[in-house]
């Protein structure tokens, strides 16, 4: 069984910054994207980043500039650089990965709170 674990979340201040990182353990494909997506209270989860094998990235338009994604192939991990931070980004976040056969795996989440 897949699994992967995040890391990284927690309380922080409006402007301030948090890095999530998600670690997969071994899956019997490749690994053809991993990426992040959020559930606010309420909302339905949404994409927030994700990042192919390749390094081709894509982000939701409210974290453009705000956000990195990150890879390391040879870790099978991917993180995601947080910055400038607002209440709105409130959530808790969930890793995901998907492989070549198409076998799509998500992380438990964890909370983030951007609070004063």
């Known amino acids: 069984q897949v699994q992967l674990v995040e890391s990284g979340g927690g309380l922080v201040q409006p402007g301030g910054s948090l890095r999530l990182s998600c670690a997969s353990s071994?899956?019997?494909?490749?690994?053809?994207?991993m990426g992040w997506y959020r559930q606010a209270p309420g909302n339905e989860r949404e994409l927030v980043a994700t990042?192919?094998?390749?390094?081709?990235?894509n982000y939701a338009d409210s974290v453009k500039g705000r956000f990195t994604i990150s890879r390391d192939n040879a870790k099978d991990t991917v993180y995601l650089q947080m910055n400038s931070l607002k209440p709105e980004d409130t959530a808790v976040y969930y890793c995901?990965?998907?492989?070549?056969?198409?076998?799509?795996?998500w992380g438990q989440g964890t909370q983030v709170t951007v609070s004063s």
């Open positions: 990042i192919t094998s390749g390094g081709t990235t």
């Open positions: 071994r899956s019997f494909a490749s690994t053809r994207i």
């Open positions: 995901t990965k998907r492989t070549t056969l198409g076998q799509e795996y």
